[in-house]
């Protein structure tokens, strides 16, 4: 290739390229993923098209129920505040007027999981014996000698007794 026409395939490809990457940019077409820490919580989410995935928002603690509980409520409030800060400054960027519409779009429409998590009330002795009458039950079919049948037969006998109070 003669150095004019590699000189002008580099032009045509460097202008191509951001082209490319600025119609990308502005469309949203590529997943963009953040971790944003607000109020002392990590928020992992992703979006695409100008829009937040709502089901990208704290993926990575789905599994641990406290945490992904307090990352969707720390998510619900960085949306609401980042709307909140963007709608309160004025610009005539074109990725201003996006971020704004996508971060106030998510305040309203996300929602956070809610979880509480408490002791479970003691347990009455009817719960109690009929609990221990199970486990004899589950021991028997493991152990059949007589010490086992005797130990379901006080087991849920007690149960039995108590059912009919």
Same mark, same amino acid.
């Given at each position: ?14 202008? +191509?390229? @951001? ?7 502005? !469309?949203?077409?590529?997943?963009? $993923?953040?971790? =944003?820490?607000? *109020? ?47 709608? +309160?400054? @004025? ?7 996006? !971020?704004?519409?996508?971060?106030? $779009?998510?305040? =309203?429409?996300? *929602? ?54």
């Amino acid at each position: 290739m003669d150095p004019i026409t590699l000189l002008f395939a580099s032009y045509l490809d460097a202008v +191509s390229s @951001t082209a490319t990457q600025h119609t990308s940019e502005v !469309l949203g077409t590529e997943v963009q $993923a953040l971790v =944003v820490e607000h *109020k002392g919580t990590k928020v992992p989410y992703a979006y695409q098209l100008w829009k937040i995935k709502p089901q990208s928002v704290c993926a990575s603690d789905v599994s641990k129920v406290e945490a992904y509980s307090r990352c969707t409520v720390a998510a619900k409030s960085l949306f609401a505040d980042t709307c909140e800060h963007l709608q +309160s400054t @004025t610009s005539d960027d074109w990725k201003h007027r996006k !971020l704004k519409n996508m971060y106030c $779009a998510a305040a =309203v429409s996300y *929602k956070p999981v809610i979880v509480t998590i408490d002791w479970s009330p003691k347990s009455t002795p009817l719960e109690d014996a009929r609990a221990e009458c199970n486990a004899a039950i589950a021991d028997l079919f493991g152990n059949p000698d007589p010490a086992a049948k005797q130990h379901k037969k006080t087991a849920c006998g007690q149960y039995d007794a108590l059912k009919v109070r």
